[in-house]
Protein backbone atom coordinates (compact mmCIF):
# COMPACT_ATOMS: atom_id res chain seq x y z
CA UNK A 1 0.00 0.00 0.00
CA UNK A 2 1.32 3.52 -0.86
CA UNK A 3 0.29 6.20 1.32
CA UNK A 4 1.43 10.25 0.20
CA UNK A 5 1.70 11.91 3.28
CA UNK A 6 1.58 15.89 3.14
CA UNK A 7 1.84 17.34 6.58
CA UNK A 8 0.96 20.40 4.95
CA UNK A 9 -2.61 19.51 4.17
CA UNK A 10 -3.63 17.87 6.96
CA UNK A 11 -6.42 20.31 8.47
CA UNK A 12 -5.84 20.81 12.49
CA UNK A 13 -9.62 20.33 14.11
CA UNK A 14 -11.02 23.35 15.53
CA UNK A 15 -10.71 23.03 19.19
CA UNK A 16 -14.37 24.93 19.44
CA UNK A 17 -15.24 21.58 17.64
CA UNK A 18 -13.28 19.91 20.26
CA UNK A 19 -14.89 20.77 22.98
CA UNK A 20 -18.90 19.87 21.82
CA UNK A 21 -19.77 17.08 22.87
CA UNK A 22 -21.27 16.24 19.33
CA UNK A 23 -21.72 18.07 16.27
CA UNK A 24 -24.61 17.54 14.01
CA UNK A 25 -24.65 17.87 10.65
CA UNK A 26 -27.46 18.15 8.04
CA UNK A 27 -27.36 17.61 4.43
CA UNK A 28 -29.61 20.33 2.47
CA UNK A 29 -30.57 20.84 -1.01
CA UNK A 30 -32.79 24.20 -0.99
CA UNK A 31 -32.71 27.24 1.03
CA UNK A 32 -35.92 25.84 2.85
CA UNK A 33 -33.91 22.86 4.29
CA UNK A 34 -30.80 24.98 4.93
CA UNK A 35 -33.16 27.68 7.18
CA UNK A 36 -35.09 24.77 8.52
CA UNK A 37 -32.01 23.23 9.65
CA UNK A 38 -30.01 26.21 11.35
CA UNK A 39 -33.95 26.67 13.17
CA UNK A 40 -33.41 23.19 14.67
CA UNK A 41 -29.95 23.61 15.98
CA UNK A 42 -27.84 21.94 13.63
CA UNK A 43 -24.10 22.69 13.63
CA UNK A 44 -23.21 22.63 10.34
CA UNK A 45 -24.64 22.14 6.45
CA UNK A 46 -23.31 19.75 3.73
CA UNK A 47 -25.01 22.01 0.30
CA UNK A 48 -25.88 19.28 -2.30
CA UNK A 49 -28.24 18.75 -5.19
CA UNK A 50 -30.44 15.87 -6.08
CA UNK A 51 -30.08 14.00 -2.60
CA UNK A 52 -32.30 11.25 -4.76
CA UNK A 53 -28.94 10.19 -6.34
CA UNK A 54 -26.71 10.41 -3.23
CA UNK A 55 -26.10 14.07 -3.47
CA UNK A 56 -24.25 15.87 -6.22
CA UNK A 57 -22.33 18.93 -6.99
CA UNK A 58 -25.34 22.13 -5.92
CA UNK A 59 -25.59 25.35 -7.82
CA UNK A 60 -23.37 28.52 -7.26
CA UNK A 61 -26.80 30.28 -7.13
CA UNK A 62 -28.13 28.10 -4.38
CA UNK A 63 -24.98 28.25 -2.29
CA UNK A 64 -24.32 32.18 -2.72
CA UNK A 65 -28.26 32.59 -1.55
CA UNK A 66 -28.21 29.95 1.65
CA UNK A 67 -25.06 32.06 2.54
CA UNK A 68 -27.46 35.12 2.82
CA UNK A 69 -29.76 33.40 4.98
CA UNK A 70 -27.73 31.44 7.42
CA UNK A 71 -24.74 31.61 9.57
CA UNK A 72 -23.47 28.09 10.32
CA UNK A 73 -20.67 26.67 8.20
CA UNK A 74 -21.59 25.12 4.99
CA UNK A 75 -19.76 22.68 3.21
CA UNK A 76 -20.33 21.83 -0.39
CA UNK A 77 -20.22 18.38 -1.71
CA UNK A 78 -18.18 18.11 -5.45
CA UNK A 79 -19.53 15.35 -7.05
CA UNK A 80 -20.41 16.09 -10.95
CA UNK A 81 -22.53 12.84 -11.83
CA UNK A 82 -24.32 10.26 -9.89
CA UNK A 83 -22.97 6.40 -10.15
CA UNK A 84 -19.71 5.12 -9.29
CA UNK A 85 -16.43 7.44 -8.17
CA UNK A 86 -14.10 6.42 -10.74
CA UNK A 87 -14.01 10.02 -13.10
CA UNK A 88 -12.79 10.29 -16.21
CA UNK A 89 -9.75 13.47 -17.14
CA UNK A 90 -12.81 15.80 -18.20
CA UNK A 91 -15.02 15.10 -14.67
CA UNK A 92 -11.83 15.91 -13.03
CA UNK A 93 -11.72 19.40 -14.61
CA UNK A 94 -15.26 19.80 -13.41
CA UNK A 95 -14.48 19.06 -10.17
CA UNK A 96 -11.38 21.22 -10.24
CA UNK A 97 -13.36 24.28 -11.86
CA UNK A 98 -16.24 23.92 -8.91
CA UNK A 99 -14.16 23.88 -6.01
CA UNK A 100 -12.91 27.12 -7.27
CA UNK A 101 -16.28 28.59 -7.51
CA UNK A 102 -17.44 27.64 -4.68
CA UNK A 103 -14.31 28.21 -2.15
CA UNK A 104 -14.46 32.15 -4.43
CA UNK A 105 -18.32 32.17 -3.17
CA UNK A 106 -18.03 31.36 0.67
CA UNK A 107 -18.09 27.58 0.98
CA UNK A 108 -16.89 27.03 4.18
CA UNK A 109 -15.55 23.60 3.89
CA UNK A 110 -15.30 20.55 0.47
CA UNK A 111 -16.81 17.62 0.33
CA UNK A 112 -15.17 15.01 -2.01
CA UNK A 113 -14.59 11.23 -2.72
CA UNK A 114 -12.81 9.68 -5.71
CA UNK A 115 -11.86 5.62 -6.13
CA UNK A 116 -9.72 3.60 -7.93
CA UNK A 117 -11.19 0.58 -10.06
CA UNK A 118 -10.47 -1.57 -8.31
CA UNK A 119 -12.23 0.07 -5.01
CA UNK A 120 -9.34 1.44 -3.10
CA UNK A 121 -9.18 5.70 -2.51
CA UNK A 122 -7.56 7.16 -5.39
CA UNK A 123 -4.86 9.32 -3.80
CA UNK A 124 -2.94 10.83 -6.58
CA UNK A 125 -6.98 12.50 -7.46
CA UNK A 126 -7.29 13.29 -3.78
CA UNK A 127 -3.77 14.87 -3.97
CA UNK A 128 -4.96 16.90 -7.09
CA UNK A 129 -8.33 18.08 -5.70
CA UNK A 130 -7.12 18.44 -1.94
CA UNK A 131 -4.45 21.18 -3.75
CA UNK A 132 -7.57 22.58 -5.10
CA UNK A 133 -9.51 22.97 -1.82
CA UNK A 134 -6.77 24.34 0.06
CA UNK A 135 -6.55 26.15 2.47
CA UNK A 136 -10.44 24.52 3.59
CA UNK A 137 -11.37 21.83 5.82
CA UNK A 138 -11.81 18.86 3.71
CA UNK A 139 -14.75 15.68 4.37
CA UNK A 140 -13.89 12.64 2.40
CA UNK A 141 -17.64 11.43 1.49
CA UNK A 142 -19.79 8.03 1.26
CA UNK A 143 -17.44 7.18 -2.00
CA UNK A 144 -15.70 5.54 1.22
CA UNK A 145 -18.74 3.04 1.78
CA UNK A 146 -17.95 1.54 -1.42
CA UNK A 147 -13.96 0.60 -0.68
CA UNK A 148 -12.52 -2.90 -1.13
CA UNK A 149 -10.58 -2.46 2.60
CA UNK A 150 -12.20 -0.03 5.03
CA UNK A 151 -9.23 0.02 7.12
CA UNK A 152 -6.71 0.73 4.07
CA UNK A 153 -8.71 3.07 3.16
CA UNK A 154 -8.84 5.21 6.85
CA UNK A 155 -4.88 5.29 6.61
CA UNK A 156 -4.89 6.45 3.22
CA UNK A 157 -7.14 9.44 4.09
CA UNK A 158 -5.46 10.22 7.28
CA UNK A 159 -2.14 10.68 5.53
CA UNK A 160 -4.05 12.66 2.96
CA UNK A 161 -4.76 15.35 5.40
CA UNK A 162 -9.03 14.66 5.47
CA UNK A 163 -10.49 16.16 8.03
CA UNK A 164 -13.43 13.53 8.28
CA UNK A 165 -14.88 10.83 6.61
CA UNK A 166 -18.49 10.24 6.49
CA UNK A 167 -19.59 6.75 6.51
CA UNK A 168 -22.61 3.95 6.83
CA UNK A 169 -20.01 1.76 7.76
CA UNK A 170 -19.99 0.14 4.47
CA UNK A 171 -23.65 -1.17 4.85
CA UNK A 172 -26.97 -0.17 4.01
CA UNK A 173 -27.44 2.47 6.91
CA UNK A 174 -25.46 3.50 9.71
CA UNK A 175 -27.16 1.21 11.80
CA UNK A 176 -26.54 -2.22 10.26
CA UNK A 177 -22.67 -0.49 9.82
CA UNK A 178 -22.21 0.34 13.51
CA UNK A 179 -20.25 -1.99 13.95
CA UNK A 180 -17.54 -1.60 11.89
CA UNK A 181 -17.96 2.46 12.40
CA UNK A 182 -16.82 1.68 16.10
CA UNK A 183 -13.45 -0.05 14.77
CA UNK A 184 -12.71 2.98 12.33
CA UNK A 185 -13.15 5.37 14.95
CA UNK A 186 -10.98 3.42 17.61
CA UNK A 187 -8.56 2.74 14.33
CA UNK A 188 -8.04 6.68 14.24
CA UNK A 189 -7.51 7.49 17.61
CA UNK A 190 -8.73 10.80 17.04
CA UNK A 191 -6.44 11.91 13.65
CA UNK A 192 -9.63 11.79 11.70
CA UNK A 193 -12.94 12.10 12.43
CA UNK A 194 -15.83 9.40 11.96
CA UNK A 195 -18.97 10.68 11.20
CA UNK A 196 -22.00 8.50 10.92
CA UNK A 197 -24.66 8.84 7.97
CA UNK A 198 -27.17 7.39 6.25
CA UNK A 199 -30.08 6.10 7.10
CA UNK A 200 -30.18 8.19 10.88
CA UNK A 201 -33.20 9.00 12.02
CA UNK A 202 -34.72 9.87 15.57
CA UNK A 203 -35.63 6.06 16.00
CA UNK A 204 -31.93 4.60 16.03
CA UNK A 205 -29.53 8.22 16.92
CA UNK A 206 -29.11 7.09 20.35
CA UNK A 207 -27.83 3.64 19.40
CA UNK A 208 -25.67 4.69 16.68
CA UNK A 209 -23.74 7.33 18.78
CA UNK A 210 -23.82 4.60 21.75
CA UNK A 211 -22.98 1.91 19.79
CA UNK A 212 -19.81 3.46 17.78
CA UNK A 213 -18.87 6.33 20.43
CA UNK A 214 -19.23 8.62 17.49
CA UNK A 215 -19.20 12.65 18.37
CA UNK A 216 -20.41 13.80 15.14
CA UNK A 217 -23.15 12.67 12.76
CA UNK A 218 -24.98 13.55 9.60
CA UNK A 219 -28.57 13.30 8.63
CA UNK A 220 -31.52 14.91 6.35
CA UNK A 221 -33.88 14.98 9.22
CA UNK A 222 -36.44 15.74 5.89
CA UNK A 223 -39.94 15.16 6.22
CA UNK A 224 -42.58 15.44 3.06
CA UNK A 225 -44.53 18.73 1.66
CA UNK A 226 -46.99 18.40 -0.63
CA UNK A 227 -46.79 20.72 -3.71
CA UNK A 228 -48.89 23.76 -3.74
CA UNK A 229 -49.84 23.28 -7.08
CA UNK A 230 -53.41 23.63 -7.70
CA UNK A 231 -53.12 21.73 -11.32
CA UNK A 232 -51.71 18.58 -11.61
CA UNK A 233 -51.05 16.80 -14.77
CA UNK A 234 -50.18 12.68 -12.98
CA UNK A 235 -49.43 11.95 -16.77
CA UNK A 236 -46.15 13.11 -17.15
CA UNK A 237 -43.10 12.28 -14.89
CA UNK A 238 -39.56 14.58 -15.18
CA UNK A 239 -37.53 11.70 -14.35
CA UNK A 240 -36.55 8.53 -15.12
CA UNK A 241 -39.41 5.65 -14.48
CA UNK A 242 -38.10 5.69 -10.76
CA UNK A 243 -38.20 8.89 -9.23
CA UNK A 244 -39.42 11.08 -7.01
CA UNK A 245 -42.76 12.22 -7.07
CA UNK A 246 -43.64 15.99 -8.93
CA UNK A 247 -45.86 17.11 -6.16
CA UNK A 248 -43.73 15.71 -3.18
CA UNK A 249 -41.49 17.87 -1.85
CA UNK A 250 -38.77 16.56 0.94
CA UNK A 251 -37.20 19.09 2.92
CA UNK A 252 -35.31 19.39 6.19
CA UNK A 253 -38.16 19.68 9.10
CA UNK A 254 -37.48 21.98 11.89
CA UNK A 255 -38.92 19.31 14.60
CA UNK A 256 -36.89 16.53 13.34
CA UNK A 257 -33.82 18.47 13.49
CA UNK A 258 -34.69 20.11 17.07
CA UNK A 259 -35.43 15.83 18.17
CA UNK A 260 -32.23 14.68 16.88
CA UNK A 261 -30.22 17.55 18.55
CA UNK A 262 -32.00 16.59 21.98
CA UNK A 263 -31.25 12.73 21.57
CA UNK A 264 -27.69 13.74 20.68
CA UNK A 265 -27.31 15.69 23.79
CA UNK A 266 -28.85 13.35 26.29
CA UNK A 267 -26.42 10.66 24.60
CA UNK A 268 -23.29 12.37 24.71
Given at each position: M??????????????????????????????????????GGASRLELCSSLLEGGLTPSLGLLQVVKQYIKIPVYVMIRPRGGDFLYSGQEVEVMKKDIELMKTHGADGIVIGALTEDGRVDADLCMELIAAVRPLPLTFH??????????????????????????????STALEGVPLIKRLIDQAKGRIIVMP????????????????????????????????????????????????????????????????????????
Open positions: NIFYVPSQRPSVPKSTMAQSFLMEVCVDSVESAVNAERRAFDMVHDPAEALETLISLGFERVLTSGCDGGGITERNLQRILEGSGAEEFHCSARSTRDSAMKFRNKSVTMGATISAPEYDLKVADVSKVRSLNAIAKNTL
